[in-house]
Structure formats: C-alpha cells, structure tokens
C-alpha cells in the first residue's frame, strides 16, 4: 500500500514516513497540500493519506481533505493536528481525525481498517428462482 505524508515539519514528517515504512507501506512526502496534490497527479497508486493541518500553501489540511475526496475518491485520507480540532462542516464524515501526538501503531491501524474492504451481508431473501 502506498501512503503521502503531508506535513510542513520536517522532523514530524520524517517520523512519521520511517514508522509507515516499518509497517510495510511505501511511503511519498510533501510540505504542503499543494504539492500533495502535485503527487497525487502523478502518482496514481497513492491510496492513502496521513495530513497536518497547519500548513503553507493556499489550502490547509482540512482543504486537503475535501479536495481529495472530491477528486481521488478511492484515496483514503486521515487528518491530524496538535492545535486545531475540526469544525462540523470542515471534513466529510468519512475522513478520521486524529489529535497529536498520537501513537504510530493508531495511524498504521487505521490505515489498514480504512484499507480493507468492509464486508456487507446482503439481506436474507426468499428462493432465488
């Protein structure tokens, strides 16, 4: 699985890609929702992605967000801040958000859980005929 971290600071970012590379996952770095979204244009098999909120650019992570799944809806995408929680209209429902400092094996689990696809069992019907 392939994960873009977004985060303008650099020791949180490197930190954060090295433990998503020990879980297996091929890892991508931006600074900024801008060049995240630069990656995203040219790397289609990005599936997931860990953003900050904060960050320079003419869109923060929040933004990010929205135009992700928007644009990418097969992306899916986690939101993390150590200041800033979300308003009720600023992320879609399905987007998780995750206060800093959080534990990596959190972010990796739920990686995987947003992953994996969710089995739905179809409604009991009669004789099929």
Do not use: N
């Amino acid at each position: 699985m392939t994960v873009l971290v977004v985060e303008d600071q650099i020791l949180v970012r490197i930190f954060a890609a090295d433990f998503l590379e020990d879980a297996g996952f091929k890892v991508f770095e931006a600074a900024s929702a801008d060049e995240a979204l630069t990656v995203l244009e040219a790397r289609p098999d990005i599936q997931a992605i860990v953003t900050d909120v904060e960050m320079p650019g003419s869109m923060d992570g929040f933004g990010l967000a929205r135009t992700v799944s928007e644009r990418w809806p097969g992306v899916k995408v986690i939101v993390t801040s150590g200041r800033r929680q979300p308003g009720a209209d600023e992320l879609p429902e399905e987007i998780p958000f995750l206060a800093k400092p959080y534990l990596p094996t959190t972010v990796v689990s739920l990686i995987r859980q947003m992953a994996t696809p969710q089995l739905v069992e179809a409604p009991a019907s009669g004789a099929i005929g």
